[in-house]
């Protein structure tokens, strides 16, 4: 049957993919700085090898003869995702992938060296080549009105840049005012989070949490990383990284929750699903919604804080001395801050919609890269009325640009409104979800969402997705809903 050899078909290409995998997650945590230029040329032959065999006419020609069979609802949804990616990513040159991959991977090592050094000038060439070849790959995906939507559509299928306007102006008029409205309220004391943290200590905490999570530490391992991520080696092979400042425990837990967010979903797909196009998250901004929930939602919550305070002071005794409310309020202090990663709940989406503001201009070629500086620090005074003093706390902070990820920082905002209204629906499925997180029950919530979406891996397209889990299209009113009446607490307003 054409379905068989298909499979196998995808189970090799996963092979390639697999090996590429492993190679960048070396670049990002063990790999000696010397070995970048030669490391990145690897990582580029053997990821153009597995798209060169993913496009191939091979390919278009048993997708064609599978449509014609008998199939299962996965065996159905298998060809309709595959034969999708395909027909997209088969307008790329092979060339161009390669050319790509290669240039993102020296451009991640600049960025690196730019960030250290605080000197965007040493990064600004190689961001200007992955533009350039991120623009040629848009313009052979193909558009209809906006460049940026060929690239919006890799990470959320079938949204566009018109309508993501629509959801963003809204929210940021909410934002804005009730950010300026917590002015009023009674400000938490989040110095108890700023004194002295050993990393060791910090190491074990995130470890404490993460098994607490039911991360699986026999199909994964946590390591260190100047930018945190989560990456899928292969089957039962989930990684994660998180980062260590010993004056911030915020960071390094927050960090490590957020990671063991993406990394609970790709363990929750199934392993029958491995390999194979529906393999994967729904979109990037449900994979999102999945960290943003714990990392926020659970993990900020006085539920949470209710329970894991022993664990908190069992490894740092100095917060006996603070009850779990004050830590609750502690970790949720709002403020208009420089860093997106370390930014809270309220000024967070803000960050996001500046990020999507500027990539959207650069991709239509309505400003240049050597402008990217100082139109950053302008959006940041708009935004949020603070202006980097250095490049690294600025246009440097975020590692996106230099992998090519245009079109990405949106899946964080919507992400976050996904979450609020799986969360909304959680409640009403979940009668005493309150009482089972306080008492440390985290495995509740995971169940449902196993069974609600980690089940389905991505055969279904995020709208899809979202409707058959909660009933109803995107509602950013859950998530405007979930910020009002969580901080109105924290702030006492």
Do not use: C
């Not at 980690?454 to 995107?474: A, F, I, N, Q, R």
């Amino acid at each position: 049957m054409a379905i068989e050899k298909l499979k196998e078909k995808y189970y090799l290409i996963s092979k390639y993919s697999t090996a590429a995998s492993l190679l960048e997650w070396d670049f990002e945590t063990h790999m000696p700085k010397k070995a970048a230029e030669k490391r990145a040329d690897v990582i580029g032959e053997i990821s153009g090898k597995a798209f060169e065999m993913s496009v191939s006419d091979e390919m278009g020609r048993l997708l064609e003869k599978t449509e014609k069979e008998e199939l299962s609802e996965i065996e159905k949804a298998i060809v309709r995702v595959g034969k999708k990616e395909y027909e997209k990513f088969k307008k790329i040159p092979t060339e161009l992938f390669k050319e790509l991959n290669i240039s993102s991977s020296k451009a991640q090592a600049a960025w690196e060296e730019a960030k250290t050094k605080n000197d965007f000038s040493i990064f600004q060439p190689h961001l200007e080549k992955v533009v350039e070849l991120t623009k040629k790959m848009a313009d052979y995906l193909g558009y209809e009105e906006n460049r940026y939507d060929a690239l919006l559509d890799l990470y959320e299928p079938g949204l566009k840049t018109s309508e993501l306007k629509k959801v963003i102006e809204p929210l940021r008029e909410f934002l804005v005012n009730y950010l300026n409205k917590l002015d009023n309220g009674k400000k938490p004391d989040n110095s108890i989070l700023k004194r002295y943290f050993p990393i060791e200590k910090q190491k074990e905490l995130s470890l404490k949490v993460l098994k607490l999570m039911n991360y699986d530490f026999e199909a994964g391992r946590m390591d260190v990383a100047m930018h945190p991520f989560t990456t899928t080696i292969g089957p039962n092979d989930v990684r994660i990284t998180t980062r260590y400042n010993e004056h911030d425990l915020n960071d390094s837990l927050y960090s490590t929750i957020h990671e063991g967010g993406h990394a609970l979903y790709e363990q929750g797909i199934p392993e029958e699903f491995a390999g194979l196009p529906i393999g994967d998250g729904a979109s990037m901004a449900i994979h999102e919604s999945q960290s943003r929930f714990w990392e926020n939602i659970i993990g900020r919550s006085l539920e949470f804080w209710n329970f894991f305070y022993s664990n908190l002071v069992e490894i740092f005794p100095e917060f006996k001395e603070n009850t779990p409310e004050e830590i609750f309020k502690a970790v949720n202090f709002v403020e208009r801050s420089f860093i997106r990663t370390e930014a809270d709940e309220v000024t967070y989406n803000l960050h996001i919609m500046l990020r999507f503001e500027i990539e959207e201009a650069l991709i239509n070629d309505r400003i240049k890269v050597e402008d990217l500086p100082k139109i950053w620090n302008e959006k940041m005074k708009d935004y949020l009325g603070v202006v980097p003093e250095k490049d690294s706390e600025g246009v440097l902070q975020d590692v996106h640009w230099a992998h090519g990820s245009f079109g990405y920082f949106p899946s964080y905002m919507l992400g976050n409104l996904y979450s609020a209204q799986f969360y909304n629906k959680m409640r009403e499925d979940i009668p005493n979800l309150d009482k089972q997180i306080s008492e440390g029950k985290f495995e509740t919530a995971l169940m449902w969402l196993r069974e609600k979406i980690h089940s389905k891996g991505k055969m279904y397209e995020p709208g899809e997705l979202v409707k058959m889990v909660t009933g109803e299209s995107l509602n950013p009113k859950y998530f405007m809903e979930y910020i009002e009446n969580k901080f109105n607490k924290v702030y006492e307003l």
